[in-house]
């Protein structure tokens, strides 16, 4: 019976590019938070200490200043530790945070989209809290003060999806209120630090994501705008500060479009990589196919040729049909030695050593046994008694998965079964933790292209393979049909 056609290899799924820099971000967040705390915790924890031991001194000595710098110690000790405890659980929240921006789930996408807008709202609370700093607070009344820094520091909420809007929000309210609400002149501009920030925040990210000729405008506009708001004596090191965030916001939005591209490329090498190993395995197939064809036709010819030597009274209308079949036999054979030499790469040598079966896989484990690995195998009897396709395939699968751990758990137990079940041919190969460094052993190379390879393999038969890591090592598990229960 012919083998069914493989199947053709799934299409893999297009990536998703996310912004990476609010998981970054969140990240590098916790762990300075973190950090801080524990610093600050070990801080408070040994000066009390220290002045703890001083106080019981100066006590010992009978000084009542002993028992006040005693409170004080105890007092500060409480207060270090009070400190790092609130410290370590910030870092703690930043860290959780972090791993959840890390998600790529409903919630990472919740974290990574919200943590943009909560730095917002800090910034606006800052900036309300500030803004008696540059504007007439008793002139203009604190109810107006909330819309200030709503205005001053909300538009960094646009800096992940939106940059260029949030900037054109900033610049706009920053000129708006220049004007409008006549700053005191305290500051080096006239309108709030965080404002200012703010805009230069988004001019980096509306450098780095737009089009040049976008971050051009941008940038003129904002030097522009410092011209016009910044007091002659600074500000033309303000413009050299708008210019350099300009400057390093394209080169950086040029990096990651660079590494966009080269990741793009990357994946589609890969993904020629595997159409190209799928080909030459299934190429593999065919000619181990073809040996089979070919010994089974060459048997076909000998019988039908020597039918007359061998049954005396054959007739002739039989030895007419005989001849027929045997011309036809012969024919069919140099048309698989045709195509043969097509699938045969140029320096690929013939092999003209028969096919491996099922009667040679004892061979194969005592073969690897024999180079050092310890293998416990048990193959059922069933395998002598495969048809060739299949036993060729059980036999190259099961090399395949003994050169894989030989290769990459070098020292670790290997435990192979090979057995019926129900009308399955099952076929398991589990290795433990390795006791040496993984890919120390080059010379157990496969013959094949690994678990691509051993898939094909299954799927030339008619039935499939699993391969994956289990608590204890890796395990590969074929199952293809018996005789009677393929296609």
Excluded at 188 to 199: A, K, T, Y
Excluded at 271 to 297: F, G, N, P, S, Y
Excluded at 342 to 369: F, I, N, S, T
Aim: glycine letters at 12%.
């Amino acid at each position: 019976m012919a083998a069914p056609s493989p199947p053709a290899p799934a299409a893999p799924a297009a990536p998703v590019d996310r912004p990476r820099w609010p998981r970054r971000a969140a990240r590098g967040l916790g762990r300075a938070l973190l950090a801080v705390a524990r610093f600050l915790r070990a801080l408070g924890l040994g000066f009390g200490r220290a002045l703890l031991a001083v106080a019981r001194f100066l006590r010992a000595l009978g000084l009542g200043f002993g028992r006040a710098l005693l409170a004080v110690a105890r007092f500060l000790r409480l207060l270090g530790r009070a400190v790092g405890q609130l410290l370590v659980g910030t870092g703690r929240a930043g860290r959780q945070v972090a791993r959840w921006s890390r998600d790529d789930g409903p919630v990472g996408r919740q974290v990574r989209a919200g943590l943009p807008w909560v730095l917002a709202v800090l910034l606006a609370a800052i900036a309300f809290g500030t803004s008696g700093t540059v504007y007439d607070v008793d002139r203009f009344g604190w109810g107006l003060m909330p819309f200030v820094g709503a205005l001053a520091g909300l538009p960094f909420g646009l800096v992940a999806v939106r940059p260029l809007v949030g900037w054109a929000v900033s610049v706009g309210t920053a000129f708006v209120l220049a004007v409008v609400l006549d700053p005191t002149g305290t500051g080096p501009w006239p309108w709030l630090v965080v404002h200012g920030l703010v805009m230069l925040a988004l001019l980096l990210a509306v450098c780095a994501r737009s089009r040049l000729r976008v971050a051009t405008g941008a940038w003129l506009v904002t030097c522009a705008l410092f011209a016009w708001g910044v007091p002659g004596d600074v500000a033309a090191g303000w413009l050299v500060a708008v210019s350099a965030t300009a400057v390093i916001g394209v080169l950086a939005g040029r990096l990651v479009l660079t590494n966009v591209a080269l990741d793009g490329q990357r994946r589609v090498a890969e993904e020629e990589k595997a159409q190209r190993l799928v080909l030459e395995e299934r190429t593999r197939i065919a000619r181990d196919l073809h040996d089979i064809v070919a010994h089974h036709m060459s048997l076909i010819v000998v019988q039908t040729e020597t039918a007359a030597y061998r049954v005396p009274d054959l007739g002739d209308q039989a030895r007419a049909e005989l001849a027929s079949i045997s011309a036809s036999a012969r024919e069919a054979l140099t048309e698989t030695r045709s195509m043969l030499s097509l699938l045969r790469r140029e320096d690929e040598p013939a092999v003209h050593a028969p096919q491996p079966g099922g009667a040679d896989l004892a061979d194969l484990v005592e073969a690897v046994r024999r180079a050092g690995v310890p293998v416990e195998a048990r193959i059922d009897p069933v395998v002598t008694g495969l048809r060739p396709a299949t036993a060729l395939a059980v036999y190259r699968i099961l090399q395949e998965s003994l050169a894989n751990a030989a290769r990459h758990a070098p020292g670790s137990r290997v435990d192979v079964t090979v057995a019926p079940s129900a009308s399955l041919l099952t076929v398991e190969v589990r290795n433990g933790v390795p006791a040496g460094p993984a890919g120390a052993d080059r010379s157990a190379e496969g013959p094949g292209h690994g678990i691509l390879g051993m898939r094909e393999r299954a799927a030339a038969e008619g039935g499939t393979l699993s391969a994956g890591r289990t608590p204890g090592g890796f395990e590969v598990v074929a199952t293809i049909p018996l005789p009677g229960e393929a296609g």
